[in-house]
């Protein structure tokens, strides 16, 4: 007699205790949560305060005449070391008679910005030439470190109006040649033919403006940098625009003499809205544009494979299985994938651990997709510095009520009633990996003395928000996901389990990870570069949303669909063991990512020191990481909804 697919679910063996399925939280849970909670709550509010100010800006600054306008000095950085540096700390330059400090956010603080207000003085619309800065004497130690810093290609970013100092260039490679910002400014020139080491210590500040009601708004801040030798003291003449003698850098004791001018640049054309356009400008959106055609093609054809096998196979195998020609299979035996009815929803090996990480995943994804829609809003511009790291951390720890939630639904239908170490392990593997691989690459960024060191209290922050927030949400998402009643699966496990037959080649899980996983990396490939030189390149900045949106939901269509056909591939050679197989060729395409970051680290950085390598790569390994969950929580979901869908609609014995 045939038995519909609406079975009721067997009763687990291990049988717990009434009030343990209840999930009542203890006393002494509540009081865990409330006192984390309270000191994260006062950690966070410090942190995110910058933040809410950012995201508060109304408009424009409006500067009227004679108002003073302040230079913030922020750091040193090199694409070779990949180490920046406090700029007011360097022994070889004006350091601030009082220092005022800027509030940073965390996404700054985590990216090396160390603010500090200048004593430049600037007023609107008022010109100068040559003002003298200070006088600098300099050690042997001194000097050799700004020679050192000049051999290593160090840019200098200031800041002015909340635009950072910029290098203009001319892009030629669009249609039309235009001007374009990296940026910073070099700190010095080495001249690698004769040896010789000249540093700049004159700067040209050409502030760019337009006319506005009220006063003035700020539209560039361009600096034009100069090695200048000062007389007694003195600017030589026409020092901004004609030929001077150097200042070369020796290998002994000097007094360094730092000066300054400022130009006004009126322009007219040039809107407030996009003053950022130019140190955005790229030209390659020809380059996203194929990007995405790629992409398009690559899911036609997976679409038109998961198509075939949901609209033909399927559907033709479904109407078999449920026909009275049953009867006449081969000793009364199921074939194919039903022949695994009894199988199929066997909780798998170390369920544990892959609940965690599917789970862990699930809150990566949310926090990525809640970034990216607020970035898409406009909330996340390039003039929120940190903006990114500091909002995409906040997701994440808030997000951790998914992943609790997660993880108590998904054990309590595969494995029973005690979800409680389970999201324990959700709560701690993965932010642990991750702190533990920052806390031992600082201590070799502290032992250079770098402002990229994460600061102990920032880091005491970071736990805080872990331990306070994070490990609370994720026990409350546990909390109201065990409350809910366990999925019914459509068919019951057998007591015995199946043997698996002997597997084709292709379907050997290493196969399936090389193959499954090149075709998500075909879809993104052309715009991981894109992503790593905003990320890695300091003179950089990409914030292109748009284009990153639609290759991420591309991304997302093709994991679902290569998933999909290997969880029927394997269901139909009579190999039940799918769990694990759906998130590792979900995430397959993280090995192609990271031997791409190779690639990119040694065709494309400039890097030099030991240092800069082992902080690529470490960086590099917990962005894989965090792929490598997102991918493969999308792996397993999509092959769990497609499992359950497909033997719900069969009849067995």
């Known amino acids: 007699m045939a038995v519909h697919s609406g079975a009721q679910r067997p009763i687990p063996v291990a049988v717990v205790p009434a009030t343990h399925a209840r999930c009542k939280p203890s006393a002494a849970t509540l009081a865990y949560a409330a006192g984390w909670v309270s000191l994260a709550v006062a950690t966070l509010a410090l942190q995110a ?35 920046p540096f406090e700029y007011d700390e360097l022994p070889f330059v004006c350091s601030p008679v009082e220092l005022s400090h800027k509030m940073l956010n965390l996404g700054e603080i985590l990216r090396g910005d160390r603010i500090v207000q200048s004593d430049i003085a600037i007023k609107t619309l008022e010109e100068s030439q040559c003002e003298m800065l200070c006088s600098k004497p300099l050690h042997k130690r001194d000097v050799l470190l700004a020679r050192q810093m000049i051999r290593d ?11 950072p100092g910029a290098t203009a260039k001319a892009s030629v490679g669009g249609p039309v040649t235009e001007k374009r910002y990296d940026v910073g ?46 007389i007694d003291g003195q600017c030589p003449l026409n020092v901004d625009t004609g030929v001077t003698m150097p200042m070369t850098l020796p290998e002994t004791g000097m ?10 640049q009126p322009d007219a054309q040039l809107k407030w809205a996009h003053r950022w356009d130019m140190y955005l400008s790229t030209n390659s959106n020809r380059v996203h544009w194929y990007s995405i055609i790629n992409s398009i093609v690559m899911l036609l054809i997976l679409s038109g494979a998961v198509a075939y096998i949901l609209l033909r196979t399927l559907t033709r195998d479904i109407t078999f299985y449920n026909s009275e020609q049953e009867v006449l299979e081969t000793a009364g035996e199921s074939v194919g994938w039903k022949a695994l009815y009894g199988d199929v929803f066997r909780p798998p090996r170390f369920a544990a651990i892959l609940v965690s990480l599917v789970s862990s995943g699930v809150q990566t994804l949310a926090a990525v997709v809640l970034t990216t829609l607020t970035a898409g809003f406009g909330l996340l511009g390039p003039q929120f510095r940190g903006g990114i790291v500091s909002v995409g951390l906040f997701l994440f720890v808030f997000c951790g009520v998914i992943a609790g939630y997660t993880t108590a639904r998904l054990y309590r239908t595969f494995c029973g009633y005690n979800w409680r170490k389970t999201a ?55 909390f109201f996901g065990a409350r809910h009643k366990p999925v019914e699966f459509p068919t019951r496990s057998n007591q015995i389990p199946r043997q698996i037959p002997e597997q084709p080649w292709y379907l050997h899980t290493s196969y399936l990870i090389m193959f499954a996983g090149a075709v998500p990396f075909s879809v993104i490939f052309l715009e991981l570069y894109f992503i790593l030189d905003s990320a890695l390149q300091f003179n950089h900045t990409h914030h292109l949303y748009s284009f990153l949106s639609i290759i991420t939901l591309m991304l997302v269509l093709t994991i679902i669909e290569t998933t999909i056909v290997v969880a029927y591939l394997t269901l139909s050679a009579e190999d039940y063991q799918w769990q694990w197989r759906s998130f590792l060729v979900g995430s397959a395409s993280t090995v192609y990512i990271f031997v791409y970051a190779c690639h990119y680290f040694v065709a494309n950085l400039q890097a030099s020191h030991p240092m800069a ?14 792929f490598m969950l997102a991918t493969g929580a999308i792996g397993y979901i999509s092959s769990l909804v497609f499992v359950f869908q497909i033997y719900g609609r069969i009849k067995v014995d």
């Open 49 to 83: 305060t910058p933040v809410v100010q950012a995201l508060s800006l109304s408009g424009p600054a409006v500067y009227v005449a004679n108002q003073s306008i302040p230079v913030y000095f922020n750091k040193v950085f090199s694409e070779r070391t990949r180490l």
């Open 153 to 163: 290609d160090y840019h200098v970013e200031w800041i002015l109006d909340d635009l």
């Open 185 to 230: 400014f070099p700190l010095g020139f080495h001249n690698e033919r004769t040896g010789e080491l000249n540093i700049y210590n004159h700067l040209l500040l050409n502030i760019i403006y337009q006319q506005a009601p009220g006063g003035i708004l700020i539209l560039g801040f361009e600096v034009y940098p100069k090695s200048v030798k000062h």
């Open 255 to 264: 007094t360094l003499e730092w000066s300054y001018s400022v130009r006004w």
């Open 424 to 478: 324990l392990v959700t709560a701690v593997m993965s932010p642990l990996i991750i702190l533990s691989i920052v806390f031992m690459s600082n201590l070799f960024i502290w032992s250079k003395g770098s402002s990229s060191a994460i600061p102990f209290g920032t880091f005491a922050c970071l736990i805080a928000m872990w331990l306070g927030i994070s490990c609370p949400l994720v026990w409350l998402g546990g």
């Open 613 to 626: 390598a082992m902080l690529y790569f470490a960086y590099c390994f917990i962005g894989c990481f965090l």
